[in-house]
């Protein structure tokens, strides 16, 4: 990042925004460039007003332009009380909400000028930047990447020398320092020091499985991502979906250093498009295990905010992290309801979804990061056309109701895992009676019987499960025509993940056709 900073200053850019939640790295950054460029640098605050930087590294409050945001935006060009001179940097911190005000917005127009003159460069530092139009083709970015694998390792041996003389701590090396820079991938300076305080504090070494739990936490607060559990027994709890099965096994070294030394590129992902409840969600949690990296959810939903950017900056903000955690299964569920009707002159929300897609899609097609995109969708119908398009996903593959095989499998895996042998039930009988059921509702069945039996002080027997599945009406029958126009539009489309054509399954009656 630093050279990126160093080149721009040395250009004489006369406006840069570095938008972050990092102030202090981000301060350190600018800190070290301005030594670099031999630049004076200055910081103004609301609170503060101007703050020069001395030599012994700390800040001298100016006590200049403190409460007047307009005043602050003047400094850049000089004028008749010039404070800043020449060969300057001055860093406006938390800037964002006096863009709203025009005479703010003209007061930083008419500083250009003489700022490029003096060689003077503002920079807006904060954790959200909306530009007014009439700055927008002023300001360059700077990005300020989480923390690399070279960061994780400083901090961690730092701690470990702050702390040298705690009895017992052990200088992490190898392997294990290996797999605390894992753990410590997608956190912030910060919230990776206090991840390693508190392992300290609590175990007296430095543990990743601390920096793990805190890592979860920590992003689990952005609202947008959270890191899951995969679930127990990986594909092998998945019942049926042999093609899906078979394309990620295919995969699981795929981000190995021989598959890149092969000549393999990274694999994009796979859109899981199909009927409810049929089992999607849980492969895509289940490709995490056989992959062994870790598993994230992305809540598109989430991504959205009611401020004017506000939208777009969290969208910047969870994919920086995804690039951070990376390699790691990325995983979206229900992709459709996020993204329906967000292309070009659909959306009604003043262009903000059509944003959010565009920033989306381009970070699936030009990310190098190790990320696997698994999404599933329920109506894939409603998805916009770009998101469908040949190459945006490794392949495109529709689940469709499990067959009779599929479905003695699915019933064998529930009742083993509910601590029942499966080899006591009929199971060519109720995989017979559960035909056009989804795996789901062959999950519930088996529970519904299950509290039936416990309820009567018993053990649950086949007649338990017949019974609730003769009292089920599954979804092929109340939403029929829904169903056989997903096949439709599938059969030219999709590679069936069950490994049979939708003709060979359970087939509702026909119904209307969705148009392409």
């Known amino acids: 990042m630093i050279e990126n900073l160093v080149a721009r200053l040395n250009a004489n850019f006369s406006l840069l925004s570095m938008t972050t939640p990092e102030e202090a790295r981000a301060r350190l ?23 020069s930087f001395t030599v012994d590294g700390g800040f001298k409050v100016e006590d200049i332009a403190a409460g007047d945001p307009g005043a602050g935006a003047r ?21 964002q909400p006096y863009l709203k005000d025009p005479v703010v917005v003209r007061s930083l127009r008419d500083a250009l000028t003489p700022a490029r003159e003096r060689m003077n460069t503002g920079i807006f530092l904060g954790a959200a930047l909306e530009l007014p139009p009439e700055l927008r083709r002023e300001v360059a970015e700077i990005e300020l990447p989480m923390p690399d694998a070279t960061d994780i390792e400083r901090t961690i041996a730092a701690t470990v020398e702050a702390n040298k003389k705690m009895k017992g701590l052990m200088v992490p090396e190898g392997e294990r320092l290996s797999h ?14 206090n991840a390693l305080a508190l392992s300290l504090v609590a175990h007296r070494q430095i543990e990743a499985s601390v920096i793990s739990g805190e890592k979860a936490r920590a992003i689990k607060t952005s609202g947008a991502l959270e890191i899951l559990k995969p679930p127990a027994g990986g594909l092998d709890a998945v019942g049926g979906l042999g093609a899906v099965k078979d394309w990620i096994r295919t995969r699981a070294r795929a981000f190995s250093p021989e598959a890149k030394a092969y000549g393999l590129p990274n694999p994009k992902g796979a859109l899981l498009a199909g009927i409810p409840g049929t089992g999607k969600s849980l492969a895509a949690k289940a490709a995490a295990a056989t992959l062994d990296i870790p598993l994230v959810r992305l809540d598109v939903g989430a991504l959205f905010g009611g401020l004017v950017g506000e939208s777009e900056s969290n969208v910047r903000a969870a994919l920086k992290t995804i690039d951070a955690i990376a390699p790691c299964v990325v995983m979206i569920d229900e992709i459709e309801k996020a993204f329906a009707g967000s292309s070009a002159g659909r959306s009604g929300d003043s262009g903000t979804s059509s944003r959010v897609l565009g920033s989306f899609l381009t970070w699936t097609q030009e990310h190098e990061s190790p990320v696997f995109l698994i999404a599933t969708a329920n109506d894939v119908t409603s998805l916009p056309p770009e998101m469908l398009r040949k190459g945006r996903w490794d392949t495109m593959l529709f689940v469709d109701l499990p067959s009779p095989a599929e479905r003695i499998e699915i019933l064998r895996i529930h009742l083993a895992i509910r601590k029942r042998d499966p080899a006591k039930f009929d199971l060519p009988h109720l995989a017979a009676l559960t035909d056009g059921f989804s795996g789901a509702e062959i999950e519930q069945a088996i529970i519904d019987a299950m509290f039936a039996a416990f309820s009567d002080g018993r053990e649950i027997a086949g007649e338990d499960i017949v019974a609730t599945i003769r009292a089920t009406v599954p979804l092929s029958k109340t939403s029929r025509e829904q169903i056989q126009a997903l096949r439709d539009w599938a059969k030219s489309r999709c590679v069936m993940a069950n490994g049979v054509k939708p003709a060979e399954t359970s087939a509702p009656a026909k119904g209307r056709k969705v148009a392409s």
């Open 75 to 95: 400094l850049l060009g000089g004028g008749p009380d010039d404070k800043l001179g020449k060969d300057s940097i001055l860093v406006l911190l938390d800037f």
């Open 29 to 51: 950054e600018i800190a070290r460039a301005a030594s670099v460029t031999k630049r004076k640098l200055y910081l103004w605050s609301i609170t503060q007003g101007l703050e």
């Open 180 to 193: 605390l820079i894992e753990a410590g991938r997608g956190l912030t300076a910060a919230e990776l020091e």
